[in-house]
């Protein structure tokens, strides 16, 4: 079954049983039988110019499923490699600059620890604290990949363009 919702500019696929690949942004994924690291990896050579070279295929793989990107580190590099996780069970991928991710850190901050001052931490504690509805709280440009594994969800999500 696939299912996909428009939000903004919003995708989210659950249980999908057929082969998709995500791509966007530098962010690249393959979910299905398909999904493997080697391919990923192909995938993400076709974007390599979009990160620096020190910081090419960060990925994670699980089983179907499997996510990248190649990487611009401009906030927090040390703390920001990708994907970022909570508990093994929510994982984010990000691309772009959220202009405001530290007024919302200190909002959030009496509920999460937090490790640095990585901004794709932010956005997946933003998530987890308000759901979905994280992406109306956020002013910036971007692209995310996150991956909730409890509810096999995974939402795309891009800020609009203008």
């Given at each position: 079954m696939?299912?996909?919702?428009l939000l903004e ?15 966007m942004?530098?962010i690249?994924g393959i979910?299905?039988?398909l999904?493997?690291?080697k ?11 979009r990160?620096?070279?020190i ?6 793989l ?13 906030v927090d ?12 069970e929510v ?10 991710y530290?007024?919302?850190?200190h909002?959030l901050?009496?509920y999460?620890d937090?490790?640095g001052?990585?901004d ?7 998530y987890?604290?308000w759901g979905?509805?994280?992406l109306?709280?956020l ?14 969800m995974i939402?795309l ?6």
């Open positions: 696939f299912y996909l919702e500019i919003l995708l989210i696929i659950r249980n999908n049983r057929y082969y998709e690949l995500i791509k942004c530098g690249a979910k299905g039988e999904a493997n690291k391919t990923l990896n192909k995938m993400l050579q076709r974007t390599s110019h990160g620096e070279s910081y090419q295929q960060e990925s994670l699980l089983d179907k499923l499997t996510i990248g990107m190649n990487r611009l580190a401009i590099e040390e703390n920001g490699v990708q994907p970022v996780s909570y508990n093994d994982f984010c991928i990000f691309n772009g600059e959220i202009y405001n530290q007024v919302l850190k909002e901050s009496s999460y937090f490790q001052s990585c794709t931490e932010v956005l997946l504690k933003s987890l604290h979905i509805d994280f109306n709280k002013d910036g440009k971007f692209a995310i990949c996150l991956v909730d594994v409890k509810t096999d939402l999500a891009r800020s609009i363009l203008v």
